[in-house]
C-alpha cells in the first residue's frame, strides 16, 4: 500500500539552484496537489492539478512550477532557489474536489 | 480573505477527558471540512470530514458543523496519550482552493 510517494525526503540547496521534488500515487486519484508547510503554521497550497495536462495555481505558487503527464505523477519544479523556500513540502491526492485528501511523507528542504 | 483560524494552543487535557477543538472560516461559501492529525515531524493524516449542518460520529471522533456561525469544531473523547498531537483544520473554498488553519497541538496528560 504505497499511496503517495514523495522523493527526496531531504535536501540541501545552495541559493539559485534547482530541483524536482518527486510525488507519485497508485490510487488512481485525478486530484493532486502540493503543499508548504513552515514551522508553526499550517499548509498553504501551491499548486494543484485535476487530472493529466491540467494544472492551476494555489495559494503561494510563485518561484514554483509543476506539471501532469500521468495521473500518476505530478512533480514540482524549483527553478531558483531562495531562503524563502527553506520549508517542508508535502504532496497530496484526492477522488475529487471537496474530496479527504491523502498525504505523502513529506520532503524536507533548506536552501542556504 | 479566505482564512482559517485556530487557537494554537496549547490545549492541555487529562487522560479520559473530552478534548474540543475549535476552529471558524471565513468563507461562507465553503462546502467541505475536514480535520487532520499531524505528529510532530510527520505528514498529516485524515480524522474526520463533513459537508452538511450538524454532528458526525466515527468512533472516539465527532466534527460539528455550524455554516450560519462558520464554525467547525471536533470533540475527542476518552482522550489518550496518544491523541497528543497537532490538529489542523482545513477548508475547500471553490475551485479546488483548500486553505488549512495553523493548528491547534493537543497534550494529553496521563
Known amino acids: 500500500n504505497a499511496g503517495v510517494t514523495q522523493t527526496p525526503k531531504f535536501r540541501i540547496l545552495k541559493i539559485g539552484q534547482s530541483m524536482t521534488l518527486q510525488c507519485t500515487q497508485d490510487?488512481?486519484?485525478?486530484?493532486m496537489y502540493w503543499y508548504r508547510q513552515d514551522p508553526g503554521m499550517g499548509l498553504k497550497l501551491i499548486y494543484y492539478?485535476?487530472?493529466?495536462?491540467?494544472?492551476d495555481k494555489g495559494e503561494v505558487p510563485n518561484g514554483y512550477n509543476v506539471s501532469r503527464s500521468t495521473t500518476e505523477d505530478f512533480p514540482l519544479r524549483l527553478e531558483l532557489a531562495a531562503p524563502s523556500q527553506t520549508s517542508v513540502y508535502f504532496c497530496?491526492?484526492?477522488?475529487?474536489?471537496?474530496?479527504?485528501?491523502?498525504f505523502g511523507d513529506g520532503t524536507r528542504l533548506s536552501i542556504l | 480573505q479566505k482564512e482559517v483560524e485556530q487557537n494554537s494552543g496549547p490545549l492541555s487535557v487529562p487522560e479520559g477527558a473530552i478534548a474540543s477543538l475549535n476552529c471558524t472560516y471565513s468563507d461562507r461559501g465553503s462546502q467541505s471540512f475536514f480535520w487532520y492529525r499531524q505528529y510532530s515531524g510527520k505528514s498529516p493524516e485524515l480524522i474526520m470530514f463533513i459537508y452538511s449542518n450538524g454532528d458526525k460520529e466515527d468512533g472516539r471522533f465527532t466534527a460539528q458543523l455550524n455554516k450560519a456561525s462558520q464554525y467547525v469544531s471536533l470533540l475527542i473523547r476518552d482522550s489518550q496519550p496518544s491523541d497528543s498531537a497537532t490538529y489542523l483544520c482545513?477548508?475547500?473554498?471553490?475551485?479546488?482552493?483548500?486553505?488549512f488553519g495553523a493548528g491547534t497541538r493537543l497534550t494529553v496528560k496521563p
Open positions: 490510487m488512481n486519484h485525478n486530484y
Open positions: 492539478s485535476v487530472g493529466a495536462g491540467i494544472t
Open positions: 497530496a491526492s484526492g477522488r475529487g474536489q471537496a474530496q479527504p485528501q491523502h
Open positions: 482545513a477548508v475547500m473554498y471553490n475551485n479546488n482552493d483548500m486553505r
